[in-house]
């Protein structure tokens, strides 16, 4: 069972790489799913496409994993309305809203948060230290990764050096190489790798809780194939293969927890749309 999970995230590493350059959306009658990059790419690879190929064969919808080489690149597809089904949480203000993504499920874990964080052993201990210092963020599309914690930061006047690595884990590899000092992140991300690592670290903020990412449609998929992939996703924790790759993708990443998905219809995500009636212009 090992060896066969080892050859799939090497096929799914493959793929991913194959498919982070220009397509057309729906080639074939295939739709384009985009997750956020919310590790390296190799392993966000990993962790999607064994759950995007059950939700294939389950749904009898095909899905095909499109991811860039930063979660900003990503985001870009799905701007560009190159995509068909995102996870995400970056269409939540105002604007991207217009473009007409519906949320109908989400990821089934508790609510997460935003961090600013410091090695184990750092000196810096609060907030006010950071001035001046550069701090790794996983890019400037992630909510809670950048976005939050930046904003805390530029509410009390602290003016940092923002470093941006592309992904989370690259930005805490950055801190704890010691080429920054801090970094922000999700605390579901940074625990997740801190496990994976065997990294110790200090939490100098953190934000109010917040959902996890949103499974959300692009308008244009009919109702009847939004609804076939949503009920996949949503028995993959019913059934007994499903929670096989629940288990091996969670296990993989870090996740506490074999983490399945649920419906949604976007209601929980109230506090990401309210940061942005208040956040920094530069945060919008």
Known sequence: MRRDFLNRILTAAILAMGLSGPASAQEGGVYRFSPVNQYGINLTAAYWNPIIAYVSEKSGVKLQLKIGRTSADTTAYVLAQEVEFVFSNHLF??????????????????????????????????????AGKAVSYAGPEALIGYKMPQAALMARGIDVQVVFG????????????????????????????????????????????????????????????VTAVGNAFFGMSKDAKG????????????????????ASDGSEYVTERRFYQTAPASLR
């Open 93 to 130: 203000s105002p604007e991207r809203e217009k473009l007409g993504w519906k949320v109908f499920g989400r990821r089934n874990t508790p609510p997460v948060n935003g961090q600013i964080i410091v090695p184990g052993d750092s000196p810096i201990t609060n907030l006010k230290q950071l």
């Open 166 to 225: 592309g992904n989370q884990d690259s930005a805490l590899v950055q801190l704890f190489s010691g080429k920054v000092q801090a970094t922000g992140g999700n605390a579901q991300l940074v625990a997740g790798y801190a496990k994976r690592e065997g990294k110790t670290y200090r939490v100098l903020w953190s934000s109010d809780p917040v959902q996890d990412l949103a499974l959300l449609a692009a308008g244009k998929v009919p109702p009847r194939d």
């Open 243 to 262: 929670r096989d790759i629940l288990h091996q993708a969670s296990e993989q990443v870090g996740l506490t927890a074999d983490v399945g998905f649920i």
